[in-house]
């Protein structure tokens, strides 16, 4: 059973950066994709990146050029780094694992597994 944990959210101003990191457990990261999710009150969960096990990575349009998504072999984590946020970018920030996610599922909520508790991501104008 995976277990995922998130960690690095809080409070910042329009334009400034934040690092989200997610920690598996119970799993070692060497197959499928994990992946950030986020969702804002009264939105539906959208997609915002994905990276595979090879590294290989994807990104939801509102945020190319702005987050990266990178994984840790050695911590077994991964982490968004969140650059020039906005305060559309306010939302719970998820994260999310799946053994067998090929490439085109990358962005599909529904391919992953395992979800963590989400944590708080808040941008002030």
């Known amino acids: 059973q995976a277990h995922l944990v998130e960690s690095g959210g809080g409070l910042v101003q329009d334009g400034g950066s934040l690092r989200l990191t997610c920690a598996l457990s119970?799993?070692?990261?060497?197959?499928?994709?994990m992946g950030w999710f986020r969702q804002a009150p009264g939105r539906e969960r959208e997609f915002v990146a994905a990276?595979?096990?090879?590294?290989?990575?994807v990104y939801a349009d509102s945020v190319k050029g702005r987050f990266t998504v990178s994984r840790d072999s050695a911590k077994n984590t991964i982490d968004l780094q969140m650059n020039s946020l906005r305060p559309e970018d306010t939302a719970v920030y998820y994260c999310?694992?799946?053994?067998?996610?090929?490439?085109?599922?990358?962005?599909?909520?529904?391919?992953?597994?395992?979800w963590g508790q989400g944590t708080q991501v808040t941008v002030s104008s």
């Open positions: 999310a694992y799946g053994s067998g996610i090929i490439t085109s599922s990358m962005s599909r909520g529904s391919a992953y597994n395992y």
């Open positions: 990276i595979k096990y090879s590294r290989s990575t």
């Open positions: 119970g799993r070692t990261f060497n197959s499928g994709a």
